[in-house]
């Protein structure tokens, strides 16, 4: 469940923790990834949004040797850990006896698997059905076990292909919980969705990939500033709708919505420019709503489709 990724000497005092650097990789006529580039820092939870087919899976398996590129660079300081898309358990066996399994294959000693393995297990909330088999286990609880086992080692990043696929929300959240608990104490992670609740609540940054090409990467904000996003207006009481609209005129778009009218401002005009004429109108603020920009907007704006399921 984990592997070291091709390492390649990195300048001394780089902050960088892992670097991609123009990798390519094709299956047949299929290119998997073009030209991917990326930088994951030290402690950070770093995100790669993208659809299914974008390439994130082809990329997590590069930077674990489980593939090789055909082309670019790839540099760690560290050994990486895998929590593998598709679950990788004994399913007849116990949850303990996975453990020992995957212990030994890292050669943990005894007492330090103990230990470890009871801390994670209590975290994970799965320390009460240790000695059951795993084909006993929900979805949500082999999810959690495939997170334990490839923790068991202490790796200081850890690589997340997708580990949420088909849990229930209350599994979901424990997994999150238990990614955000070793992030604290000092966990690196490169966690791959397609779910974009996901991105916004676990990652400090995220890159967008599509077609196997990282089209940005950065803050939520920095995607924003990127993409030109722009806020969306929502009113819901326009009993003056003709002066609204024309103290806006010309500043972007206007849209019925659900019983509410929402305007979205136009490129390069300001949530400043905007505040100033709705004050200028007379418009009362406690009548509006300012929703601040998407994932899904910045997204859209990136790549001009909405995200594949």
């Known amino acids: 469940m984990s592997g070291s990724a091709p390492v390649e000497p990195a300048s001394p005092g780089d902050g960088a923790l892992l670097r991609v650097e123009g990798v390519t990789k094709a299956f047949g006529l299929t ?48 050994p990486v850990g895998l929590v ?21 294959l890292h050669g943990l000693d005894r007492a330090t698997l103990e230990r470890r393995a ?29 997170l334990v086992v490839s923790l068991l080692h202490d790796p200081p990043c850890l690589l997340c292909d ?13 997994l999150f919980d238990l990614i955000e608990e070793r992030n604290r104490a000092g966990l690196t992670v490169i966690y791959t969705t397609h779910y974009m609740e996901e991105a916004e609540r676990l990652c400090h940054r995220i890159g967008i ?60 005009i300001s949530v400043a420019e905007v505040g100033a004429a709705l004050r200028a109108s007379g418009f009362p603020d406690t009548h509006f709503e300012v929703r601040r920009p998407s994932l899904e907007q910045v997204f859209l704006e990136l790549t001009g489709k909405e995200l594949r399921e």
């Not at 975290?123 to 000695?131: K, M």
């Not at 950065?218 to 609209?245: I, M, N, Q, S, W």
């Open 31 to 78: 290119q998997a990834l073009r030209g991917a580039s990326l930088e994951v820092r030290r402690g950070e939870i770093f995100g790669l949004l993208g659809p299914n087919g974008a390439g994130k899976s082809t990329l997590m398996h590069i930077l674990t040797g489980l593939l090789k590129a055909d082309g670019g660079r790839v540099e760690a300081k560290v």
């Open 84 to 104: 593998p898309q598709h679950i990788a358990l004994y399913l007849d066996l116990t949850a303990w006896a996975n453990i020992e399994i995957f212990g030994g």
């Open 209 to 268: 990939i599509d077609h196997g090409k990282l089209l940005a990467a950065g803050t939520r904000d920095d995607l924003v500033a990127k993409a030109h996003a722009a806020p969306v207006y929502r009113f819901f009481e326009c009993p003056r709708r003709g002066a609204l609209r024309g103290a806006l005129d010309g500043r972007g778009k206007w849209s019925e919505q659900n019983g509410y009218v929402a305007f979205t401002p136009a490129v390069g």
């Open 162 to 174: 997708e580990p949420t696929v088909g849990v229930d929300p209350q599994s979901r959240n424990a």
């Open 118 to 146: 009871g801390e994670l297990l209590r975290l994970a909330n799965l320390w009460e059905r240790r000695h059951d088999r795993v084909k006993t286990f929900s979805g949500g609880m082999q999810r959690r076990l495939n």
